[in-house]
């Protein structure tokens, strides 16, 4: 996860790579657009329970009104996906995914291992790589819904039309139990400056 | 153009009520709403017009799918009295053969029965059939100039749309006067409405009176554009 690097002090200082940190940056900016966003659409007509259902205070919105929440979502769409892509391109290119994401290794060390830094870093391993299929669905079932004349066939894999917002909406709860838990497990880890070191 | 006077008036209620949820929100970003929309609407859509093909049909569902009671009524000012048997639908523009047509006109033309899922701005969605003439039908009648680019569609209630022509000549747009088997209720747009596949709701008149094929888009391109919603709003 991350590497280390004396420095003058002679601990040692966690070290990311710039992609690394430029990736992270541009995921939490978009997916919070994303998210106070697509609450704003959600609140034209909730999920559950259509108009007269539970909405969203006006303080987790963005957009104003559902046409500006549309222009923000379609707006961030494109930022957040096109990070996620190049993510990908970059941990294939530089070969960093056989090393990056989750193994058998992880899974036994969760079961066998004694030393609760070892566990906590398999744990750690193990939410960020689970998150990333959850990114990917979140887009899969968004195009669905965005052109369900053309890809007709994503709303048919979700069953109905309901279905597929039920499961586009769930990312978001997903990731901020995410977002709490992998910023937690970080802390335990790696301390405030495995957290700084993943921003500055 | 008159119709232009409510949506001005609408639009600065909605003005006051955003800059309200600026205040109480407190957060600034609302100001940028137009510019995300500016900046990136473009891009999406050329985005959406290199993905439509005007001739691909969308698929269609079984009647037994129908959700009879899945489309919401959702008109913007006001249920519109016509009287079918004095009704006329104008369609002029930039054509060689501009036509005013009956009911009675309409329904001798060939009749197109879809089932298809009609998609809501607001998010829900429902399977709804549809019967009535195919657009591209009354428009080859009416012999359109080959300058035409646009088709805007005027409302008996003050509602106006504009489309692009491929849209407007897809198989799959519709001026229904049928819905679920039963004659259109006047609620969802009796005598004729749009119904497509292709398009968000907002893009479907109800009670279409007028038809016009033009070269340019105007300033008002519809109710619901000119107040910031997406104008293509493909599907």
Redesign the interface.
Known sequence: MNLSAPSKTGRTIPYQAIAAKTFHWINIVSLLLMITSGLQ??N??P?FG??TGWHFP??F????????G???H???M?IFSLNLLWYGIYILITRRWKHRFASSKDLKALQLSKNPKRKNYAWHRLAYTAIIPVLLLAIFTGLG?Y????F?WI?DCFGN?QAL?IVHLTSVPIFIVFAIVHSWLALKSGGSRLIDSMFW | MRKILIPRRRFLQLSGLSSMNLMLGGCALNVVDSIAGKAFEPLNQSVETLLFNPQKPVPEFPTSEIEPNGLIVNSFRFTPKIDPLAFRLTVDGEVNNPLSLSMENIEGMPLTSMTIRHVCVEGWAAIVQWGGVRLRDIVSLVQPKSTVRYVYFMSADGYYESWDIASAMHPQTLMAYQKNGQPLPIDNGAPLRLASPIKLGYKLSKWVTGIRLVSDLLPAKGYWEDQGYEWFAGL
């Open positions: 659409i959600y034209a007509n999920v259509g108009r006006i303080i919105l963005l957009g104003g009104w559902l046409a500006g549309r222009h923000w379609f707006a961030a494109w819904m052109k369900p004349a053309q007709y709303v039309w917002r």
